[in-house]
């Protein structure tokens, strides 16, 4: 396998491997962090190495997947180095360190930006140091606007310190898609307060759209004036974000274990709220692990889809979901073109959505199979949780906890590879690239 690309007496990592081993260090740092004594409220002793590493992985990769409460187990130094790797998640591992640079002063050098637009997943090289500095102002922005409203509301029901705080922890865990949440039961408190579903929907949601996405919504302020991408996320997502609440209003409707005993207008909140974080944020306001059956396979189908490109969510993306259907309707219409809003989808972007589509699958199937042998519950439960881990939702249906060691690991494993994307860890583990010297005669096989 070749590590390192050499260019002249410079020895360099591959971009994907770099990516790899920088989210890879911030995940062991919070480990280490994790099992420090003065991370957890047990006297003398911090996690243990498996649900340190476990909640590290969580919190970098933003999934909200958890194997101890977050409120009762970490200490105010734990919940602030928790916070930290949710932030610095959110924003990625490149985007952090060209922050940094910034602070510093430092130059920034053509490798630097490679690396960077590599990571943000953006076409062009021009303009993706000023690209980071948007995305940071914007992450304070609308944290800080969350924040205070959250704060503001539950001021009224607890002492105002903690009101703040609770209002700054859930901002950054919801518009980074993490779904951390310091209640046991998640916002199940607050599932009819329009505020706080409100609010905290507002946050993901923005959050899961992409950072280019907000920046080309500010500067032309027309959907008609938008890129191709803009468009096609925007669109896509109030699609899904309208159909998802409504599958879960009509399969949970008169489920007591759900929303069968609520209000009609908490039935209505419930289902919206429900209905939207599967697009990568693990918040609940209902008990997940009592939701129907079909109500669970239609979130997986929302898990895998996820969020937006060069968002803080993950999921193969709706871009990519967009661009596999409309290549569907293409062929079985026997056009030779993909197209959407009169636009013309190049067929090599067609071929990388479908290799990611089939990455994905293949490192779910993997991961969900060898889960078959360590652990022993429901397989409907074992699937969910592994699209939720692989599309960083951290929804979970009251299992996550019960994983075993070895369950653990791979659910990490699996979790990790969400948060790069099913083919930069590809591109990682396997060669680069090269052009073959010999390209042989064409021949046809029966398909279909």
Not at 56 to 72: E, F, I, M, N, Y
Not at 115 to 135: A, C, E, H, P, T
Not at 296 to 310: H, Q, R, T
Request: charged share 15%.
């Amino acid at each position: 396998m070749e590590l390192f690309k050499r260019k002249g007496n410079l020895v360099s990592l591959q971009p994907a491997r770099i990516l790899v081993i920088g989210f890879g260090s911030l995940i062991l740092l919070g480990t280490l962090l994790f099992m420090l004594p003065i991370a957890t409220t047990e006297k003398g002793r911090g996690l243990s190495f498996i649900n340190a590493l476990f909640e590290a992985t969580s919190a970098v990769c933003v999934t909200g997947l958890a194997v101890v409460d977050t409120g009762t187990t970490f200490t105010l130094f734990g919940e602030i180095v928790l916070l930290c790797l949710i932030q610095i998640g959110g924003w990625g591992f490149m985007t952090t360190g060209i922050f940094m640079f910034i602070i510093l002063g430092k130059k920034i050098g053509l490798k630097e930006r490679l690396l960077l637009q590599d990571s943000l997943n953006v076409f062009s090289l021009s303009g993706v140091v000023n690209l980071v500095k948007r995305i940071i102002l914007i992450t304070f922005i609308v944290e800080l606007i969350g924040a205070t409203i959250l704060a503001i509301r539950w001021s009224f029901e607890m002492p105002l310190a903690k009101a703040v705080y609770y209002g700054i922890f859930h901002s950054i865990s919801a518009f980074n898609n993490a779904g951390f949440g310091l209640e046991s039961d998640s916002l199940s408190k607050w599932v009819g307060d329009p505020v706080v579903n409100i609010m905290v929907t507002f946050l993901f949601i923005t959050g899961g759209i992409g950072f280019t996405v907000i920046l080309d919504l500010f500067y032309k302020r027309s959907f008609r004036k938008l890129s191709l991408h803009s468009k096609v996320a925007l669109l896509v997502t109030l699609i899904l974000n309208i159909i998802g609440p409504l599958i879960i209003l009509i399969s949970e409707f008169n489920n007591p274990d759900t929303i069968g005993s609520l209000s009609l207008g908490d039935k209505l909140w419930a289902s919206y709220f429900q209905g939207v974080v599967t697009r990568t944020a693990g918040f609940n306001t209902i008990d997940i692990g009592s939701l129907s059956l079909s109500s669970l396979v239609f979130m997986m189908a929302l898990m895998f889809i996820g969020a937006s490109s060069g968002s803080t969510g993950g999921g193969i993306k709706v871009t990519t979901f967009t661009i596999i259907m409309l290549a569907f309707w293409a062929v079985v219409t026997n056009r030779n073109d993909v197209n959407i809003f009169k636009r013309r989808i190049p067929w090599e972007l067609v071929n990388k959505s479908l290799s990611i589509v089939v990455t994905a699958l293949l490192f779910i199937f993997l991961i969900f199979f060898l889960l078959t042998f360590t652990e022993k519950a429901d397989m409907s439960k074992l699937l969910f949780e592994t699209i939720s881990a692989f599309g960083t939702v951290g929804l979970s249906a009251n299992f996550t906890p019960e994983l075993s060691p070895i369950g653990r690991v791979l659910i990490t494993i699996l979790m990790f590879i969400g948060r790069l994307g099913p083919l930069t860890m590809a591109f990682a583990l396997l060669n680069t690239r090269k052009e073959a010297k010999v390209r042989y005669a064409e021949e046809k096989i029966l398909i279909g």
